[in-house]
């Protein structure tokens, strides 16, 4: 991409659209949508068929891009919460449920439009200087920084407990409106007092650092397994993403893994160039650990970025961007013979 590609007319409409469609759908249905679509684009490809205008351009081009239509629609439920239009019943701050589809209220569509052409600017300006991680995570990573700024939330909040990774309020079920806190856009839309956890953890199920490894672990097998079998580092992804169709349906305990499946099945590919080189067993452990370091981040930046804050912050789009960093450091080094699809910086 070069950055002339930033005023592509074009673009900016279908990114708009894109991003105003993950608004009206809830960025987390959206991003379900860009799950069945990698999963369909890759199909297509390992069936030898032209895959482009499925995985490129539809599943990460400016209909379901995450860093159009999912953080458009995570910056439209943010938006929506200030104004007081979410009465969703969610137990956290009503700006943080990505899966609360926002209708067609032309304000709330226009700022998910609004934000989706921002993640189409920050994936191309990534793209143009050939950065060396995940464009598209990073651009998810980036808009919500940018939601939080523009909109008016703290960007980490308030910190609670013994300090930014204290989960322990949380788990005695402690109250934030115990210190006086009263934040705005919460489940009480006449400004009244509103009863929320001190500490909301991104994952009610899945933030225990042990419990978080082993599914990464596991998450980074299947992930490089799929990707060595298939040639597709993303298949898996697609895979990941598809099934938080059962988490958005209301089934407990569904486990969150995109961010774990990507980088494992990536540098499983990366480490035997693509698969031709190698030993099977080896490439699975490496995606193995590359699941855990990276699930392993993702915890560590909820509890920073999401945990005690007003708004959705992605903790697997940051997860991405590190793992696939990750997997950069390691050809940069010597370790790996190639970078898979991670782009490096020119080497």
Known sequence: MALAELWSIEMLIAAFAGGAFGAALGALPAFVFTGFMVIAGEAASIANADAGAITGSVAFGAPFSPAISFAGGAAAAAYAAKRGYMQSGFDYHNAKDIAFALGTKPDVLAVGGLFGILGYWLTVISATFNMPYDHIAMGVVLSALFHRLILGYDVIGKVRGKGLLDMTPFEREELRTADGASPSGGAVADGGEETRLAVEPWLPHQYKWGNVAAMGAV?????????????????????????????????????????????????????????????????????????????????????????????????????????????????????????????????
Request: aromatic content about 14%; hydrophobic content about 55%; glycine content about 14%.
């Open 219 to 347: 998450a980074g097998i299947f992930g490089g397994y799929v990707a060595m079998v298939t040639g597709s580092a993303f298949l898996a992804f697609g895979i990941s993403a598809a099934s938080l169709l059962f988490l958005n349906l209301g089934v407990e305990r569904i486990p969150v893994t995109h961010h774990m499946t990507l980088p494992a099945g990536t540098a499983a590919l990366a480490m035997t160039n693509g698969g031709a080189e190698g030993s099977l067993a080896v490439a699975l452990l490496v995606a193995g650990a590359f699941g855990l370091v990276s699930g392993l981040f993702g915890e560590l930046f909820q509890r920073v970025f999401y945990a005690h804050g007003d708004t959705h912050w992605d903790p697997p789009a940051a997860a991405i961007v590190f793992g696939t960093f990750l997997v950069f450091v390691m050809y940069a080094i010597g370790v790996f013979p190639s970078s898979s699809w991670v782009a490096t910086l020119g080497m």
